[in-house]
């Protein structure tokens, strides 16, 4: 219990400040724009799975130290260990908790984690047709495709348009620019429909421009489509199809291996960070004297750890060769921990006297 509910606290409240983080522009369209309630919590629930991988070991590293730290200052630790509690014996507890967070986090990298990002892939290609227009910010360009421009001046609170202007370079040897004075979208069983007023059509073709003035032009829309044999992303596969996946450049596939890599390496920081942890904290007799230098080593170590492995996986992108270097850093992390765990010993050296005394405990 003294590591249960700190984890489970600690994941929470992690968890929440960086999904709100996430999930402020959803809470726009949803308070202004008129996106239902019911579809925020669909885009917004299928982040979680992703959150909470990558959070889950965080979490319990944290809750190790504290919960550690807690038994030390009242003095539990001390104890324990006078009695003749093995500091490995100690840690047991705390890599127990990790390794059935290790276990959820692979449960989450191999089942749950590529079936919830393909399906918030599949909700949200839907979703940019069906609220087209309202994700078309005011003031800015935006491009909901590859060739399509769109900037809108202004937005009422009806969802009308003013000030527009489309570029529409798909075709490159029919290019075609759009100016209107106002307008709306409106979705159809096509897809969006763009209504025009007051506006003027230009278009390149064959070296000559052509123009159009117009009071009023619909034009249909699909910025996003209802292709459903889109390509899937690397998040969306599982790990056997990130290693077995065709028809990609050398560049791709460095890529895809490096993201299977990833969700097998990641979740053994569950274990290999509270290991760590542990093995700071218990790097010397068991007292509050220098408590504090500890507490603030195993925090940095932990830190530098993390940056280390996500600048490996960065390489490694690139140089599929590097994936060893993620796999190396955490699994030597865990066996030298442990290491230091298991033969923890008492050393002591000699006073001016002669006589034997206790210094602390490797």
Known sequence: MHLLWPTVIITASL??????????????????????????????????????FVLVPISVSIAVIYAYNRLMVESELIVLNAVGVSKW????PALLMGLVCSVVCYVLSLYVLPMANGKFQDIRTVFRDKYASVLLEEGVFNTPMEGMTVFVRARDEANNLGGILLHD???????VTMLADTGRMEQTAAGPRFYLNNGMRQQWRDGKVNWLAFDEYAMDIAFYGHDISRTRGADELNVGELFHAEGLSEKQ???YRAEGHHRLVWPLLAVSLPAFALAMLFSSEFNRRGQVRRLLFASIGMVLIVVMYFATRSVSLK???????MYALV??????????LISARVVRRRTN??????????
């Open 15 to 52: 968890t929440s400040l960086v999904w709100l983080t996430q999930i402020l522009k959803f809470l726009d369209f949803m308070v202004s724009r008129g996106l239902t309630f019911a579809d925020f919590l669909t885009l917004t629930g299928l982040m979680l799975p992703s959150l909470l």
């Open 89 to 92: 014996q100690l840690a047991k």
């Open 169 to 175: 370079s798909r075709n490159p040897k029919a290019v």
């Open 253 to 255: 596939m460095a890529a």
């Open 319 to 325: 140089h599929a060769w590097m994936a060893a270097g």
């Open 331 to 340: 699994l030597g992390v865990l066996a030298a921990s442990s290491y230091l």
């Open 353 to 362: 006297v002669g006589q034997p005394t206790m210094v602390g405990a490797l």
